[in-house]
């Protein structure tokens, strides 16, 4: 990968007790694009993910050695503030996950919570989050109403308002439309291609066609392992890794 | 699931072989009919091409069916490109093994001039192209067609022998005019054959290796 990378990761080994979850994977994950982690269950795509901001800090035994860079800075370093690391590196979950508030307060809870106070500013900051993540036209005359009264995949979309309403850098998404049905699934890739033009996207899923569809880069995780990364047009026509090729064929997992 | 569509694409080159196959007996027996002057023989290449037009029609039908309902990627993907690519020129091999067999009906009042010249030769070799190009795509082995393009060289060679020795019969006597037409015709045949050998040993590198090369 010759483009500019926003995170990479080097050795990065983690375990859990004595699970050797993540095996010396080392990535580079480029700035502006999508990148698409795949790979059978429990091969550790989800635990790199959750690398990239720290979510695995909260479960108890976690060792983890090698580094991790964003924009070149360790994640590790002592002087790394998490609060601001989850700021730049934003994370949406497979099942949709608003706050019992209103559409509103919801997308304001991140800006508040890092000291924007003006009422105006928050306004603004909501729309254009709501817009950014294309709902606004959807809920623009009921903001003030509970977000759990909307749909599945509108609970996404305002989950993707939430996270960016805090201005990330990078957005982590682990199988962000599983739980959702193919037209919801369908504005959520259309949305995350319009994302990459701001942010860089990095999406977990075992969906291999969503993958093929989304992404510019493919990386192929194995018990572990970083297989193969690559970009996707390569990965999905002729992946260099015999391992790479039969997953994605179907011929295992 | 996987293994249902691996299953289906096994028998989608399994049916692509015999239409392959139809194809490559369509060119030797138009051949045959023609050294031997047999009519009746170059009928029933004539009369197989029904049966390989619609196996065409019913090959790429199953392609597209197979990509619709499972997405293929990366070799089974690949498999079904070189498919779609085998089927065209196999039905053009078999389609000027008919229009020799045709020539059969212009050609058989009188002896064969110069004993056809290099004819019999040039379709020797053309058709043993065909059948490596063939035999690659069934058995993946990429050996087989690694000498193709030098063999190609060969064939243009002998078409443009045949063209050159044609005209002197021409100018000789101008009864042979015709006849001749119809030798340069069927070396112009040939040589399209050859190049459609190319073609889908081209695809079955892609279909291995994914890599695209030319072979001309």
């Given at each position: 990968m010759s483009e500019n990378s926003i995170i990479s990761t080097t050795n990065l080994n983690l375990w859990y007790n004595e699970k050797h979850a993540l095996q010396s994977v080392s990535i580079r994950v480029p700035k502006n694009r999508v990148t698409a982690l795949i790979g059978p269950s429990g091969c550790g795509k989800s635990t790199l993910l959750r690398c990239f901001n720290r979510l695995n800090d909260l479960i108890d035994n976690v060792k983890i050695t090698g580094e991790i860079k964003l924009d070149d800075e360790n994640i590790h370093a002592p002087a790394t503030d998490?609060?601001?690391?989850?700021?730049?590196?934003?994370?949406?979950?497979?099942?949709?996950?608003?706050?019992?508030?209103?559409?509103?307060?919801?997308?304001?809870?991140?800006?508040?919570v890092h000291g924007v106070r003006d009422k105006a500013e928050l306004d603004k900051i909501v729309e254009q989050s709501l817009r950014h993540a294309a709902i606004w036209d959807e809920v623009k005359e009921r903001i003030h109403d509970s977000a759990l009264g909307l749909s599945g995949g509108q609970q996404q979309r305002l989950c993707i308002a939430r996270t960016l309403a805090v201005e990330p850098e990078v957005i982590l998404m682990d199988e962000p439309c599983s739980a959702l049905d193919p037209i919801a699934t369908a504005k959520i890739e259309n949305l995350i291609e319009r994302l990459k033009e701001d942010y860089t996207v990095i999406i977990v899923t075992h969906n291999m066609q969503q993958a093929a569809r989304v992404s510019d880069y493919t990386g192929f995780m194995y018990l572990g392992k970083l297989i193969e990364c690559g970009k996707t047009r390569?990965?999905?026509?002729?992946?260099?890794?015999?391992?790479?090729?039969?997953?994605?064929?179907g011929r295992f997992g | 699931m996987a293994e249902k569509f691996h299953t289906e694409l096994k028998k989608l080159k399994a049916d692509t072989l015999k239409m392959a196959q139809l194809g490559r007996f369509m060119l030797r027996t138009g051949v045959d009919a023609l050294i031997r002057q047999d009519k009746e023989l170059a009928a029933s290449v004539d009369a197989r091409k029904v049966e390989i037009h619609d196996m065409e029609v019913r090959i790429e039908e199953q392609c597209y069916q197979l990509v619709a309902l499972n997405q293929p990627m990366?070799?089974?993907?690949?498999?079904?490109?070189?498919?779609?690519?085998?089927?065209?020129?196999?039905?053009?091999?078999?389609?000027?093994?008919?229009?020799?067999?045709?020539?059969?009906?212009?050609?058989?009042?009188?002896?064969?001039?110069?004993?056809?010249?290099?004819?019999?030769?040039?379709?020797?070799?053309?058709?043993?192209?065909?059948?490596?190009?063939?035999?690659?795509?069934?058995?993946?082995?990429?050996?087989?067609?690694e000498d193709l393009s030098s063999r190609?060289?060969?064939?243009?060679?002998?078409?443009?022998?045949?063209?050159?020795?044609?005209?002197?019969?021409?100018m000789e006597d101008p009864k042979n005019i015709s006849r001749c037409t119809h030798y340069i015709m069927v070396a112009r045949y040939l040589e399209r054959c050859a190049d459609h050998a190319c073609k889908i040993a081209e695809n079955v590198q892609y279909?291995?290796?994914?890599?695209?090369?030319?072979?001309?």
């Amino acid at each position: 990968m010759s483009e500019n990378s926003i995170i990479s990761t080097t050795n990065l080994n983690l375990w859990y007790n004595e699970k050797h979850a993540l095996q010396s994977v080392s990535i580079r994950v480029p700035k502006n694009r999508v990148t698409a982690l795949i790979g059978p269950s429990g091969c550790g795509k989800s635990t790199l993910l959750r690398c990239f901001n720290r979510l695995n800090d909260l479960i108890d035994n976690v060792k983890i050695t090698g580094e991790i860079k964003l924009d070149d800075e360790n994640i590790h370093a002592p002087a790394t503030d998490v609060v601001t690391l989850r700021k730049k590196v934003g994370m949406v979950f497979q099942k949709p996950n608003p706050f019992p508030k209103t559409i509103y307060e919801n997308v304001a809870y991140g800006p508040r919570v890092h000291g924007v106070r003006d009422k105006a500013e928050l306004d603004k900051i909501v729309e254009q989050s709501l817009r950014h993540a294309a709902i606004w036209d959807e809920v623009k005359e009921r903001i003030h109403d509970s977000a759990l009264g909307l749909s599945g995949g509108q609970q996404q979309r305002l989950c993707i308002a939430r996270t960016l309403a805090v201005e990330p850098e990078v957005i982590l998404m682990d199988e962000p439309c599983s739980a959702l049905d193919p037209i919801a699934t369908a504005k959520i890739e259309n949305l995350i291609e319009r994302l990459k033009e701001d942010y860089t996207v990095i999406i977990v899923t075992h969906n291999m066609q969503q993958a093929a569809r989304v992404s510019d880069y493919t990386g192929f995780m194995y018990l572990g392992k970083l297989i193969e990364c690559g970009k996707t047009r390569q990965i999905f026509e002729h992946p260099k890794e015999e391992l790479t090729e039969n997953y994605i064929t179907g011929r295992f997992g | 699931m996987a293994e249902k569509f691996h299953t289906e694409l096994k028998k989608l080159k399994a049916d692509t072989l015999k239409m392959a196959q139809l194809g490559r007996f369509m060119l030797r027996t138009g051949v045959d009919a023609l050294i031997r002057q047999d009519k009746e023989l170059a009928a029933s290449v004539d009369a197989r091409k029904v049966e390989i037009h619609d196996m065409e029609v019913r090959i790429e039908e199953q392609c597209y069916q197979l990509v619709a309902l499972n997405q293929p990627m990366a070799k089974d993907m690949r498999i079904i490109a070189c498919t779609l690519k085998v089927i065209t020129a196999s039905l053009r091999i078999g389609r000027y093994g008919k229009s020799i067999a045709n020539t059969v009906a212009d050609l058989s009042t009188k002896p064969h001039i110069a004993n056809l010249m290099s004819i019999p030769h040039m379709a020797d070799l053309a058709i043993d192209m065909v059948d490596d190009a063939i035999a690659a795509y069934e058995s993946d082995n990429l050996r087989l067609i690694e000498d193709l393009s030098s063999r190609d060289d060969t064939i243009d060679a002998l078409r443009h022998s045949i063209f050159r020795e044609g005209i002197t019969y021409m100018m000789e006597d101008p009864k042979n005019i015709s006849r001749c037409t119809h030798y340069i015709m069927v070396a112009r045949y040939l040589e399209r054959c050859a190049d459609h050998a190319c073609k889908i040993a081209e695809n079955v590198q892609y279909m291995e290796t994914g890599e695209r090369v030319e072979i001309h």
